[in-house]
């Protein structure tokens, strides 16, 4: 079977939303707001290390003045041997301790970068967790993993060296012209000469480079994107044998990174070979005019030779400022994507005097809400309705028809477009989120497990829970039975989404999970539609010991498992058709009668 073509348009919708994001001016008020991350530490580490960056450029600037001036026109000159032994020591001295700084300062900016990364990858992690869903719907999780973990890892090289080398480099280059004039400010006009076709050349590179960038993160985005949809949907691809036309996509994706790091790569290696060739034009001037400048008697062979020192060192500042420019090119590509989701508001979000929920009794009361995910396309259309608390409602419809939402609301993932949503009389827009959600459990169809050990996944509702609860949970839903029969019991390690589980399995540990947290709402979206006959038997039995007490919001398409519901609302495009209970809705012959009996013919003819 030959591969499918690669979707090109999709490609071509990448390519377009690229150069859209370059074409923005660089922001140096962003940048600002990254090296704010720094003030924690300006009391201690930084001032150690800046302390040490003096020290290291004062023994820089000291030496070819040694070396030129006092030792060639001083001590060498007049055979003071005494003088020439000070020097000597004082030189060795210096070095030793330049040395001493230099390890200092390194430790202390390593330690620097290292906090820094620390704090920005923590407070994005933080941030991102307290976003909406709907921000996790429009956003694939390769595309969310790739900003916390590879754009933060490309700030490391910039808060470890690229900072201090700038200040240190800025300094250090303040310093040679200074010398530079002292010693001869004729030679050092004639030297400048060349630097503004430098600038001139260098500011004409500054543009690209960061676009080369920007387009290099937005492609490993799209890689690791693509990475992660396909490891999670390797199933899939296999059953479908999918493998070639995977691949070829994978291929293009890849083919696409690898072009964004070499056409960077590229670029960035234009700057060095620049400074060079003006290093080169600056000797021959430093060569021909300072020859003539000694035979005039203008200057010194000392002085010539200091000088070729601080020329030699002169460059070595203006190359590390590219690099370090560089640095923060690719700084501010990944920082702008940062930033992004730091800035993303969530769209539910709590007041400042939000009210804190010690108890409730559990009443829901749905007043006129409306709801659409997307505009001009309502998922809710002016839904009233009341759970009483302590009741079993039932969710019943169509795909579509918005039972889902209707859960979603209640807790508090979205906020109605119109209407309000009530728990006890108070609207929950008023109440903290955090208080909220404690009082409320939900069970999915696709049940999450992390990795980590049975017991801690059922203690995930309840971390403080004791390992008897947590027993007693697992043996009231049915789950201790083949909890037991693992290789480590409780112990036993599951891996990621706990693939060692069977579908029932994973549901009876989602069900102990929630009877752990005791909540006082409980939402069971399409709890049992995975499972089998046997297996549901079983959890028809643990959602006796669930339900009771609490107010249960139950959404299933098998409707054998909402039969003894108290109330159950039908609902079709987003209104309520029906409400009842089975016995009721059965008699009325509607829409619910027709679901029942499409569902058992189903049955029959199977």
Known sequence: MQPKQVNKKVLERFHYSTEEIIEKPFNWGQMLRLMAYMKPYRKRLLPLALLMVLATTAVRLAVPALIGVYTLDNALKNKDTGLLITLVAVLAGLYIGSYIANIFRIKWMNELGQNIIYDLRKALFTHVQTLSHRFFDQRSAGSILVRIMNDINSLQELFTNGVINLLMDIILLAGILVMLFTLSPQLTLAIMIILPLMFLISTTLRKKIRRSWQVVRIRQSKLNSHLNESIQGIRVTQAFT???????????????????????????????????????????????????????????????????????????????????????????????????????????????????????????????????????????????????????????????????????????????????????????????????????????????????????????????????????????????????????????EVQERGNILSVGERQLLSFARALLADPKILILDEATASIDTETEMKIQEALKTLLEGRTSIIIAHRLSTIRDADKIFVLKAGTILEEGSHEELMEQTGEYYNLVKAQFNMLDTG
């Open 242 to 492: 999918q493998e070639p036309e995977n691949m070829a996509f994978f291929n293009e994706v890849n083919k696409e990174n690898y072009e964004s790091w070499k056409q960077a790569s590229k670029k960035n290696a234009m700057f060095r070979p620049l400074v060079e060739m003006t290093n080169a034009a600056g000797t021959v001037i430093l060569i021909w005019f300072g020859a003539s400048l000694i035979q005039n008697g203008s200057i010194s062979i000392g002085v010539f030779v200091s000088f070729a020192f601080y020329l030699g060192m002169f460059w070595e500042p203006i190359s590390r400022l590219g690099q370090v420019y560089n640095q923060l090119l690719i700084g501010m590509a990944s920082s702008e994507r940062i930033f992004e989701f730091l800035d993303e508001k969530p769209l539910v979000s709590e007041k400042t005097d939000a009210i804190h929920l010690d108890s409730i009794n559990g009443e829901i009361v749905f007043e006129d809400v409306e709801f659409a995910y997307e505009k001009n396309r309502k998922a809710l259309n002016h839904i009233s309705l009341k759970m009483p608390a302590g009741s079993t409602i039932a969710l019943v419809g169509h795909t579509g028809s918005g039972k889902t939402t209707i859960a979603n609301l209640v807790s508090r993932f979205y906020d109605p477009t119109q209407g309000s949503v009530k728990i006890d009389g108070r609207d929950i827009k008023d109440v903290s989120l955090s208080s909220l959600r404690n009082h409320i459990s939900i069970v999915l169809q696709d049940t999450f497990i992390f990795s980590g050990t049975i017991m801690e996944n059922i203690r995930f509702g309840r971390p403080e829970a004791t390992d008897e609860e947590v027993l007693f949970a697992a043996k009231a839903v049915g789950a201790d039975e083949f909890i037991k029969k693992l290789p480590n019991s409780y112990d036993t």
